[in-house]
């Protein structure tokens, strides 16, 4: 099995990557089968972002790590070879910003606005072209995928959604008006148009995936399916039962 490791730059993910590189042999990702990534999610984020097309086998030496199967430095072709395989779509953002450009971008996990100043943000939320929610006086929102759903979106209390639902969780956070208003699952076909309401006085920043565009006026997010990231997990260990037992602990 032909395998192309990237590591983090921490000392441990270095180090195993020199060792597994020495163990099972290393090409240049063009020839590679499989990418073997070793550190934390915020590695393996970076790499399904970089390498489109090529199915992504992760190994923790980082801290959270749940996107990741623990580390083993034996047998790691019968691994890959007995994986459960997880496909990906992530979100597609376009922003509109004050100086009238637009911004392209994508997120595996989730999309974000946040308030860019001392004030609460003033939004207004229309899915497919119809509005939703006329004001909603806030720190921010954002629209999750299911794999991103137990990050951000669940620290801002979110609900967890299972990968085979193809919904998405739009959540507010810190939400000030409506104060009962917790968010909305939608399928995952939807359009989602977010208007800040006051850019001046209460400017906002949109996130994809830290990728953030400052002082936008408004924001539309939709799941791109035509892109596809492949990540394999240990028989038992899939991304899909990691998702219900976080809702257990």
């Known amino acids: 099995?032909?395998?192309?490791?990237?590591?983090?730059?921490?000392?441990?993910?270095?180090?195993?990557?020199?060792?597994?590189?020495?163990?099972?042999?290393h090409v240049p990702i063009r020839e590679a089968e499989v990418i073997v990534a070793l550190g934390g999610d915020g590695l393996m984020l970076s790499v399904m972002h970089q390498n489109r097309g090529l199915p992504v086998y992760g190994m923790n030496r980082g801290t959270v790590g749940f996107l990741m199967n623990a580390y083993c430095e034996?047998?790691?072709?019968?691994?890959?070879?007995a994986a459960e395989?997880?496909?990906?779509?992530?979100?597609?953002?376009?922003a509109g910003t004050t100086d009238g450009h637009e911004h392209c971008a994508l997120a595996i996990n989730e999309v974000s606005m946040l308030r860019a100043g001392p004030?609460?943000?003033?939004?207004?939320?229309?899915?497919?072209g119809r509005m939703r929610l006329e004001e909603l006086?806030?720190?921010g929102m954002l629209l999750s995928?299911?794999?991103?759903?137990?990050?951000?979106?669940?620290?801002?209390?979110?609900?967890?959604?299972?990968?085979?639902?193809?919904?998405?969780?739009?959540?507010?956070?810190?939400?000030?008006?409506p104060r009962r208003w917790r968010g909305a699952i939608l399928p995952k076909?939807?359009?989602?148009?977010?208007?800040?309401?006051?850019?001046?006085?209460?400017?906002?920043?949109?996130?994809?995936?830290?990728?953030?565009?400052?002082?936008?006026?408004?924001?539309?997010?939709?799941?791109?399916?035509?892109?596809?990231?492949?990540l394999l997990f240990?028989?038992?260990?899939?991304?899909e039962e990691r998702l219900i037992r976080e809702q257990f602990v």
């Open 1 to 25: 099995m032909k395998l192309h490791f990237i590591a983090s730059s921490t000392e441990t993910a270095t180090t195993a990557a020199q060792v597994l590189s020495a163990r099972y042999g």
């Open 74 to 81: 034996d047998d790691l072709p019968a691994r890959i070879r």
């Open 85 to 94: 395989e997880t496909v990906i779509n992530p979100l597609a953002m376009t």
């Open 119 to 128: 004030q609460a943000a003033r939004l207004r939320i229309s899915v497919n």
């Open 137 to 139: 006086i806030c720190d």
């Open 145 to 177: 995928t299911p794999a991103g759903s137990t990050a951000y979106n669940y620290s801002a209390n979110g609900p967890i959604l299972p990968l085979g639902s193809d919904v998405l969780a739009l959540t507010a956070i810190a939400p000030f008006r």
């Open 189 to 230: 076909s939807a359009t989602v148009r977010i208007d800040v309401l006051d850019p001046d006085k209460r400017p906002v920043m949109a996130d994809a995936d830290s990728r953030g565009v400052d002082s936008v006026l408004w924001v539309e997010i939709r799941s791109e399916n035509s892109i596809s990231h492949c």
């Open 234 to 239: 240990d028989p038992g260990h899939g991304l």
